[in-house]
C-alpha cells in the first residue's frame, strides 16, 4: 500500500515514513502544500496522513481541492485540538483525525483500518481458501501453519486480497508498492508473483494474460440457491 505523507516538521516527518515503511508500506512525502496537493492529485495513493499547518496551501485547502476530484482516505494529524477544526476538517472530507502527540501504533492501526474500510473490509482478516492473510499483524498462514513472505510479497498479496475478485494490473501493482524514490529495476512484479506461487501454491494468484493479475472471488456456496 502506498501512502503519501504531507507533514513540514521535518522530525516527525522522518519518524512518521520510517514506522510506515517498517511496516511495510511505500511511502511518499511533501514537506509543503503545494507539493503536496501536487502528488496527491498526481500519484495513486490508498491513504494520505494530511498535517493541517502547512507552509503554502493548508491541510484544510488540499482537503478541499482534493475531494472534488478524489475519494482517498485522508488521515489529518493536527496539534490543533479543539472540536471546531476536527469538525471543519471532517466536514471537508477528512476520514479520521489524529491529535499530536500521538502513539505511532494507533496512527498505523487507524491508517490501516481506513484502507481496509475503502476496499470495503472492516476486519483485519481475509480468508482465501485455506490461506489467512492478516493486514495489522502481516501474518500469511496455510493450513494453520504460517508462511514467511518478504515485505514486496506482502504488499502484492495485501492488494490483491483486498480487491479480491478485481482484476488489478501490473501498473496498478507498480503504483501501490513502490514509492517515489523506488527506480530498482529489479523489483519487477512478475518475480514477486511467482516467488508467492511457490509459497501459497500456483493457483492463489491467477494471470490475466496481458491484463494482469486476480485473486478470484469465493466460488458461491452451493447451498447459496442464488442462481
Ligand atoms: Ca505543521
Request: glycine share 8%.
Amino acid at each position: 500500500m502506498r501512502v503519501l505523507v504531507v507533514e513540514d516538521e521535518a522530525e516527525l516527518l522522518r519518524v512518521i515514513a520510517r514506522a510506515l515503511r517498517e511496516n511495510g508500506y511505500a511511502v511518499d512525502e511533501a514537506r509543503e502544500g503545494e507539493d503536496g496537493l501536487y502528488k496527491a492529485m498526481t500519484w495513486t495513493y490508498d491513504a494520505i496522513v494530511l498535517d493541517l499547518m502547512l507552509p503554502g496551501l493548508t491541510g484544510w485547502e488540499i482537503l478541499k481541492r482534493l475531494r472534488r476530484k478524489l475519494q482517498t482516505p485522508v488521515l489529518i494529524l493536527s496539534a490543533r485540538d479543539t472540536v471546531k477544526d476536527r469538525v471543519e476538517g471532517l466536514d471537508l472530507g477528512a476520514d479520521d483525525y489524529l491529535i499530536k502527540p500521538f502513539a505511532l501504533s494507533e496512527l498505523l492501526a487507524r491508517l490501516q483500518a481506513l484502507i481496509r474500510r475503502a476496499a470495503g473490509k472492516a476486519a483485519p482478516e481475509i480468508t482465501i481458501g485455506d490461506i489467512v492473510v492478516n493486514l495489522r499483524t502481516r501474518a500469511v498462514t496455510q493450513d494453520g501453519r504460517s508462511v514467511e513472505l518478504t515485505a514486496r510479497e506482502f504488499a502484492i498479496v495485501e492488494l490483491l486480497a483486498l480487491q479480491r475478485g478485481v482484476l488489478v494490473t501490473r501498473t496498478r501493482i507498480y503504483e501501490h508498492i513502490f514509492d517515489e524514490n523506488d527506480d530498482s529495476l529489479s523489483n519487477l512484479v512478475e518475480v514477486h508473483i511467482s516467488n508467492i506461487r511457490k509459497k501459497l501454491g500456483k493457483d492463489f494468484i491467477t494471470t490475466r494474460r496481458g491484463q494482469g493479475y486476480i485473486i478470484e472471488a469465493e466460488p458461491e456456496s452451493p447451498s447459496g440457491g442464488s442462481r
